[in-house]
Nanobody, 123 residues
């Protein structure tokens, strides 16, 4: 099982980035794929979630209206399009996969985690 997060980088405030999470080793359509972020010393925060099978999505209040999550089952990949980025969005972003969820942003519910990709937003 592997989740490969990519697409991070340095961007100015107001800019955009698209993160990708490529999945392998499990039945992609049967899972929920979430994005989390965490800065050193800070609590991990759930950013967004997609149910791959039915496309239902969830967002944290801090990113709602600015970020869009989507999935491509042909490529076993989930995307996080981030727009209107702010310096406070600076974090390491992780993708994770869960077979079943009760609370979408509860990290311990997830079965698999990717390695993280750094997003830095300059002011």
């Amino acid at each position: 099982v592997q989740l490969q997060a990519s697409g991070g980088g340095l961007v100015q405030a107001g800019g955009s980035l698209r993160l990708s999470c490529a999945a392998s080793g499990f039945t992609f359509d049967d899972y929920y794929i979430g994005w989390f972020r965490q800065a050193p010393g800070n609590k991990r925060e759930g950013v967004s979630l997609i149910s791959v099978r039915d496309g239902k999505t969830y967002y944290s209040d801090s990113v709602k209206g600015r970020f869009t999550i989507s999935s491509d089952s042909a490529k076993n990949t989930v995307y996080l399009q981030m727009s209107s980025l702010r310096p406070e969005d600076t974090n390491v972003y992780y993708c994770a996969a869960a077979r079943a969820l009760l609370i979408w942003d509860y990290g311990p519910s997830y079965d698999y985690w990717g390695q993280g990709t750094q997003v830095t937003v300059s002011s």
